[in-house]
């Protein structure tokens, strides 16, 4: 897996530590989908409670640097996504398989 880094020169303490969770997270080979929502929603909510005590060019900056964070972070997590979705797909057809050969 490659290096995930979440940091940027504005982030604020609360988001390090969410950050620091995150990463510590998404080193699992199986992370736990429950937590990393938790993370990724506590995340969102930082970062829109934080940007409302901006302003001008300091929140132009801040939301610039989150959203290339986001992005990194999108990009960590959409190969577990096609994943899940594969197994998924697997399991579906699995399903339908057992049901033919059980008629």
Known sequence: MKKINL?????????????????????HESPDI?????LIELRESLIFSHQEELTG??????????????????D????????AEM????LVRGKKAVKKYKK
């Open 7 to 27: 940091d940027h020169p504005y982030s604020f303490p609360a988001l390090r530590e969410n950050s620091e969770a995150l990463i510590g997270l998404l080193l």
């Open 34 to 38: 429950d937590d990393l929502l938790r």
């Open 57 to 74: 060019d300091e929140k132009k900056a801040f939301l610039q640097a989150e959203l290339a964070c986001n992005q990194h972070l999108n």
């Open 76 to 83: 960590v997590i959409e190969p577990m996504r096609l994943e």
């Open 87 to 90: 197994a998924l797909s697997q």
